[in-house]
């Protein structure tokens, strides 16, 4: 009984879609590294399928922050575990300024007490107060880019974020469902592809739409292609939009975006929004929209 009790307590290996999750690192940026650096070294599970320890998926999180910070993925790979810790630093936010920096800081501050209750009361505060339009726009915006930030500077670890995360979902979704319809509104279909399972950009962007009188239809996140563009049509929508968050790998977007625009018919609009998007050069027939403000001038266009 006294070696039960004493025994420490092992992590079982990650998938390598729980590491793509875990560190923002693609599933092709670890096989690469695998094939190149001789890193990670994963095992295999009872399917011959990848799973990663938890001492490599800590050090895979480090390099990420490394990287984010300029040094080369090469050079990190080289480096032990205590090497990379002694190389990193984390970076320094500037203190808030204004009145809405100032509330942004206390959210971020609520977080770091990893107090459930206080954060879901705090944010349910301010949905009341702000109604859900300044909500979206003016507090869970700009506190989804600085949750993330504290994700990559070490102030928060990963599950900081899920838990930010799950919870101003659960709100949003509440909040959405109050909105009344508007069935005369341009209908617009939402959903994100396979591998972009992060949904919080995606209810933003719904909450915005259908605020200005869209009639919305969310298939949630990944979707496959066929699916998304057999549901357009099955819903009559005349545009399909898609939400890419900031760790959807750049090189995939392109590709994707080109196969639905050409499955898609020529009647629905392609729009693809969020900051995924933001450096991706233009595309033929699919809209770019980096930012709420400019989903919402591609829904007023479209209503003209």
């Known amino acids: 009984m006294n070696d039960i009790m004493t025994s420490p307590i092992t992590s079982p290996p990650l998938s390598i879609a729980a590491v793509e999750r875990e560190t923002r690192l693609s599933k092709d940026v670890l096989r ?17 399928e990848r799973c990663y320890p938890a001492d490599q998926v800590d050090r895979l999180r480090l390099m990420k922050r490394l990287m984010d910070q300029g040094h080369r993925p090469g050079a990190l790979a080289a480096l032990a575990p205590e090497e990379l810790t002694a190389l990193y630093t984390p970076e320094r936010r500037a203190p808030a300024d204004g009145a809405q ?5 206390e959210l971020l501050e609520l977080i770091g007490t990893r107090d459930p209750a206080a954060v879901r009361h705090a944010l349910r505060q301010a949905l009341a107060r702000q109604g859900l339009e300044r909500f979206v726009e003016q507090t869970i915006a700009p506190l989804t880019t600085a949750v993330g930030s504290c994700w990559q500077d070490g102030s928060f670890d990963v599950f900081d974020e899920h838990f930010y995360s ?11 469902a109050g909105v009344p319809t508007d069935r005369q509104g341009p209908r617009i279909l939402l959903t994100t592809v396979p591998g972009e399972e992060h949904g919080l950009g995606l209810l933003m ?8 009188g869209a009639s ?3 298939l949630g996140t990944e979707t496959p292609l066929l699916d998304i563009a057999r549901a357009a049509s099955a819903y009559r929508a005349g545009v399909v ?5 900031a760790s959807y790998p750049r090189r995939q977007l392109a590709r994707v975006l080109a196969q639905l625009r050409q499955i898609l018919p020529a009647s629905i609009d392609l ?5 995924g998007v933001a450096r991706l050069d233009a595309l033929a027939g699919v809209a770019l929209l980096p930012t709420l403000d400019s989903g919402r001038r591609a829904l007023a266009e479209l209503r003209t």
């Open 271 to 275: 729009w693809a929004g969020g900051t």
């Open 166 to 176: 799950e919870s101003v979902e659960q709100l949003m979704r509440q909040a959405i």
């Open 241 to 245: 939009a898609l939400s890419f968050s």
């Open 32 to 48: 690469v590294w695998e094939r190149r650096y001789g890193f990670p070294q994963p095992v295999r599970d009872a399917y011959g």
């Open 216 to 218: 919305c239809i969310s």
């Open 101 to 105: 920096d100032a509330s942004i800081g």
């Open 205 to 212: 962007a719904e909450a915005v739409l259908a605020l200005d």
